[in-house]
């Protein structure tokens, strides 16, 4: 056995971006914050009133809310699962939480399916707690996933996107998740390879299609952003079929849990955190 | 909720936006200045076992503070640092501890420098901050929750523990809040038992006391930002109560108010003004009581009282450490909610018109064997084995144990494909 650090764990001082790039990237970045802040703040009274009021419509539930609390710079990586989503919903409720005032207005664009607006913790938790929601998907790694994936009584699932963007998503925040649908095996081998006491067999589910051997110009192919995760390789039928399948067991752990506790005296408060 | 633009909201996509510009340009200023400081430039390249990340501001310094003394224990055969994202934050850290301070400005290109600077073995949280998010994406880490003081707080069993290598929690009771409500979640793999290593510090009492009377801190909770957290009893008990203490000679009185007393009520405000003006009265009469306001730093005061009272709030827990006894009010506030599930829903709470009567009270909790044994037992439960050094030695444990772990992780022959390496580096 060698004992050496893993190639990936370091990196070597030559291959760190230099001060001038980081500078100007900072600056870039907290001009796209400025904007984005001061658009919500101006716009968000067109969007937030309608989403508050069809989301306290006890008509209105869910039991897959897709939480995509990022910019909508970053929105294909939403609007790339739609056409699961759009097959998921022939079988279960589906609706989108959208965190950006012009994220949402895109999104809404895209689909049918219902959206709520969530662009602050109340709001969010607000949601998907009058929608009576059971689970949860990610499409990024957002920070604001760490506020979504601590309400409780719901399972939440990250959608890992294929191709180019796996680097992305793949790190160390997917433990967050109760489970992640890898889009192929390789992603899955990195995670039990590259996460410490990370247990793959049990959290991740490959949910992709086997790629055609790879050629020139199916090499191009794969460096390009695909239109959906479908035309990517992900195999849309068996992520429906996981997910309602994850829905079920989320209906069953709880309904066995409530049942244990009550036998013990117990009643959880239940809703959002609680 | 009010959403229309108007002049509020018109206003504030102007003011917020440049205020925070301001505030981010100040921030950038701090750090540049800091970091060509002796103090910060010496730990620049320094490798650390153990970071405690910090990204907070300073409002929230009473949940780092608590762990300056775990730490400067474990600094003795650990190297150890704590790592702040706010310069304001990181100068106060710097003058309280002898631990030295790192400032990162919590971007991607930071973190990473972290990871290859630092190249930390433990990363501690003290809570759940969302910037916390992004250096949990090291995988050559083991990172754990160590909280900042037990309770039945919902917050105590979030689900997203489940981000964390490891909680660190006091005993028991955590592990049981979890499993209630977690699913997924292997209690018994993924957290370690540490009781409250604070406890195995030993703090200097600004005062001293003699043993002519029992001691009795009242430390009453704030009366809160919501009516259903509000459990304050200044304005309720703390009057009544705090005159038949300095009435009987059998007691002494450390009256410790929540700092953020008053702020919201007026009768909050007035209740506790007038509760200092008793004290000062009292002590002006005969000095020897030792009767006084305390807004000293919290941990002596856990050794010199003999008793507490209190409201439904963490101090009740830190008490607990203790098994001293505990008399806890009962909020006159009907929403504020009372967890029947908690060590509180076992004590018989003391209503308001019972307040005359706590001499009464407090006399039987220090003698009856009944209360006495009922809090050795909710202390063994929440914090186990609470015999001096026990708690110390835990956490120290768990901190080698954890280093143990990723050691053997990281230098491991790890067998990953080549073509692996196209997926991309560990990101943070």
Redesign the interface.
């Known amino acids: 056995?060698?004992?050496?650090?893993?190639?990936?764990?370091?990196?070597s001082?030559a291959e760190?971006?230099t001060v001038a790039p980081?500078r100007l990237?900072?600056a870039l970045?907290?001009a796209r914050r400025?904007h984005r802040?001061?658009v919500n703040?101006?716009h968000?009274?067109l969007v937030?009133?309608d989403s508050?009021a069809r989301a306290a419509d006890p008509a209105n539930h869910t039991h897959f809310l897709i939480n995509f609390p990022g910019s909508p710079s970053g929105v294909d990586e939403l609007t790339a699962w739609l056409p699961m989503l759009h097959r998921l919903s022939r079988w279960a409720p589906v609706a989108i939480l959208v965190g950006d005032v012009l994220a949402y207005r895109a999104v809404s664009a895209e689909t049918a399916l219902p959206c709520y607006f969530g662009r602050v913790a109340s709001e969010a938790e607000y949601v998907a707690q009058q929608l009576q929601t059971k689970v949860m998907l990610y499409v990024n790694?957002s920070?604001?996933?760490?506020?979504e994936?601590?309400?409780?009584d719901?399972?939440?699932v990250f959608l890992g996107a294929p191709g180019p963007g796996?680097?992305?998503w793949?790190?160390?925040?997917l433990?967050?998740?109760?489970y992640v649908l890898a889009p192929d095996d390789?992603?899955k081998?990195?995670l039990a390879?590259?996460?410490?006491?990370y247990d793959v067999s049990?959290t991740v589910r490959i949910v992709g299609r086997p790629v055609p051997p790879a050629g020139p110009l199916s090499g191009l192919g794969a460096r390009l952003r695909a239109a959906d995760v479908a035309e990517a390789g992900v195999d849309v039928d068996a992520v429906v079929e996981e997910l309602l399948q994850i829905r079920d067991e989320?209906d069953r752990?709880v309904t066995e849990?409530d049942a244990r506790?009550a036998e013990q005296g117990?009643v959880?408060?239940k809703g959002g955190?609680? | 909720m009010e959403t229309r633009p108007g002049r509020g909201l018109g206003t504030a996509a102007v003011v917020e936006p440049a205020r925070r510009v301001g505030q981010w340009w100040r921030r950038r200023r701090e750090h540049s200045r800091l970091h060509k400081l002796p103090e910060y430039q010496l730990h620049s390249g320094r490798h650390f076992d153990v970071l405690l990340h910090f990204p907070d501001l300073p409002v929230n310094l009473y949940q780092v503070r608590q762990w300056y003394g775990p730490l400067e224990q474990l600094s003795r055969q650990r190297s150890v640092a704590i790592l702040c994202y706010e310069p304001e934050t990181a100068e106060i850290i710097r003058r309280e501890t002898s631990l030295p301070v790192l400032l990162t400005r919590g971007g991607l290109p930071d973190l990473e420098k972290v990871r290859t600077d630092h190249q930390p073995k433990v990363i501690l949280y003290p809570n759940q901050n969302y910037t916390n998010f992004g250096i949990l994406g090291l995988n050559t880490v083991q990172h754990a929750f160590i909280c900042h003081g037990e309770s039945d707080k919902i917050y105590m069993s979030s689900n997203w523990m489940k981000v964390f290598n490891y909680d660190l929690v006091a005993g028991q009771a955590a592990k049981d809040r979890l499993s209630r409500r977690l699913f997924g979640y292997d209690v018994e793999a993924r957290t370690i038992e540490i009781g409250r290593p604070q406890i195995d510090i030993e703090f200097q009492a600004p005062y001293t006391f003699d043993e002519s009377r029992k001691t009795v801190l009242y430390a009453p909770t704030w009366e809160g930002g919501r009516t259903s957290m509000r459990y304050g009893s200044v304005a309720s008990h703390g009057l009544t109560m705090v005159s038949s203490l300095l009435a009987d000679r059998r007691f002494r009185v450390i009256y410790r108010p929540h700092p953020r007393t008053g702020i919201l009520l007026p009768q909050h405000r007035a209740a506790d003004l007038r509760i200092r003006e008793l004290i000062d009265v009292a002590t002006a009469s005969d000095p020897s009581a030792g009767h006084l306001v305390d807004d000293t730093p919290f941990g002596w005061q856990l050794k010199a009282a003999d008793v507490m009272i209190t409201d439904i709030s963490a101090v009740a827990y830190d008490w607990l450490t203790t098994a001293k006894p505990l008399i806890v009010t009962q909020p006159i506030e009907p929403s504020a909610v009372v967890d029947q599930g908690s060590f509180i829903g076992d004590l018989r709470l003391v209503t308001a018109d019972e307040a005359h009567r706590i001499p009464e009270m407090a006399d039987r909790a220090l003698s009856d064997p009944e209360q006495i044994g009922r809090m050795r037992r909710w202390c063994a439960y929440y914090y186990g084995d609470t015999t001096p050094g026990a708690s110390m030695t835990r956490f120290i444990n768990a901190i080698e144990r954890m280093i143990e772990e990723r050691d053997g992780w990281v230098f491991q022959d790890h067998d990953v494909a080549d073509e692996l390496a196209a997926i991309g580096p560990v990101a943070v």
């Open positions: 056995m060698v004992a050496h650090q893993p190639d990936v764990t370091l990196r001082r760190r971006p980081i990237r900072r970045e907290y400025y802040l001061s703040l101006r968000q009274h937030l009133p508050r790694q920070k604001l996933n760490l506020r994936a601590g309400f409780h719901i399972l939440h796996r680097q992305n793949l790190n160390n925040r433990r967050l998740y109760d390789e992603s081998a990195w390879a590259r996460m410490m006491a049990t989320r752990l849990r506790l117990i959880l408060l955190q609680a």
